[in-house]
């Protein structure tokens, strides 16, 4: 297209780079056999009565536009679960915003609340949207790196270093994906402390809160006293119920901006879908039980982790939660981005190279997504073990 075509696309617009995962997964799906390891999509069905949910709304015509910040009885379900998970009262009348998925919730509180030139700091390794919708803002992606050789666990004292006057917001997403780090509690404390001395608001992701392993529970900024008030928290139904298609997320926020978030809502897309919201109502009763899927995914974990162990020239960091592994490629020689496109191609496994979240200091790793059965998960592993025996012969 010329440049002076009147379709030339926006700055804010050109400025967003295509996806890596979504390139390796539209490469992966070109191939015959490919196991693919690409995308958080889990590939287990939501429970039984969460979708019978979604067929009656659909069947019984319940499928007009609800109000912008969503129905009334998801409000309610969503603020009685925050309620009962984080032990903060939430008002589901003012607070809650209803969206299609946690994207959208991380979209509207980011469109609503930055201005160009705002820093906004992202912990790496990081879900690549958060840094492309600042960018398409005109507000400036600060990153505090996390390193492979301390578990990727983010530091107050490495956040604190990049805070300037212009630190308007601090993104968190513990469980974090790719790394499956946790932010420990005092860690979140000493946090809350630098967002009151230094005045910066926080945007908590905790999407992956269901998928803590070993018996344990991640922790939420949100929990600590006077954190609410300058916190949004994004959470939704795709990870924890397994509707990454259904498309339904929310954000807790305080009601001036929850207002305005709503406001926005009607220019972007109304509402969430009505059938989507009913199978939410049903998720977050207490009818529903979805222990399988963490249960399914520590399983798989112990798999994927001593099986990539075993393969002489790969180690896999410990996953405490999520289902994402990364692996440590350094033995293989070669960089992650050459090791990842090689392996497609090669032996038909399908992955993400580290670089893609957080630049250079990642090189030498690759993310896994364990979200394909235990059958694919030891084929892959198999692949992965001849390749890594191809590159030494
Ligand atoms: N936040 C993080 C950290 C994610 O990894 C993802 C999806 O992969 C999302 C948000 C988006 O979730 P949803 O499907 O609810 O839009």
């Known amino acids: 297209m010329s440049a002076d075509t009147p379709l030339k696309t926006a700055a804010r617009v050109a400025c967003v780079a295509p996806s890596p995962p979504r390139a390796v997964f539209d490469l992966a799906s070109t191939l015959d056999d490919v196991v693919d390891l690409t995308l958080g999509d889990p590939d287990l069905p939501p429970p039984e009565n969460v979708r019978e949910a979604a067929c009656k709304a659909v069947m019984a015509g319940r499928t007009r536009y609800s ?215 049903e998720a977050l009763s207490p009818r529903t039980d979805a222990s399988f899927i963490r249960e399914e995914f520590q399983r798989r974990r112990d798999v994927l982790v001593q099986g990539i162990d075993a393969i002489p020239g790969l180690k896999c960091l410990p996953v405490p939660a999520t289902f994402y592994a990364m692996a440590d490629i350094s033995g293989s020689g070669l960089g992650a981005e050459e090791f990842v496109y090689r392996m497609l191609r090669e032996v038909k496994v399908a992955t993400v190279f580290g670089p893609a979240y957080g630049g250079e200091l990642y090189r030498n790793f690759i993310r896994i997504a364990f979200t394909v059965k235990e059958e694919r998960l030891k084929i892959a592993l198999e692949r992965m073990g001849n390749f890594m025996a191809s590159l030494k012969s």
Not at 89 to 112: C, H, K, N, Q, R
Not at 156 to 181: F, Q, Y
Not at 264 to 277: K, S
């Open 67 to 281: 109000a912008n910040a969503g129905l009334r009885e998801l409000r309610q379900a969503v603020a009685a679960d925050a309620e009962r998970t984080l032990g903060i009262p939430v008002d589901p009348e003012t607070e809650v915003v209803i969206t299609v998925g946690a994207m959208e919730a991380s979209f509207l509180t980011l469109y609503s609340l930055l201005e160009p030139g705002d820093e906004v700091v992202i912990h790496a390794p990081y879900w690549i949207n958060y840094s492309q919708v600042v960018r398409s803002l005109g507000a400036t992606p600060v990153f505090v790196y996390t390193r492979p050789e301390e578990g990727f666990r983010l530091t107050a004292e490495a956040l604190e270093e990049v805070l300037t006057p212009k630190t308007r917001l601090v993104i968190l997403n513990s469980p974090n994906n790719p790394t499956g780090a946790i932010i420990p509690e005092k860690t979140l404390a000493r946090i809350a402390e630098l967002a009151f001395e230094r005045n910066f608001a926080v945007l908590s992701d905790e999407i992956y809160d269901s998928l803590v392993y070993d018996g344990k529970k991640s922790s939420s900024i949100l929990s600590i006293p006077g954190m609410k008030e300058r916190s949004v928290l994004i959470n939704g139904v795709s990870k924890r119920f397994a509707m990454t298609g259904y498309r339904l997320g929310w954000a807790i926020a305080p009601a001036p901006l929850a207002a305005q978030m709503t406001k926005m809502q009607e220019n972007i897309v109304a509402c969430a879908p009505l059938p989507a919201q009913y199978a939410a109502i």
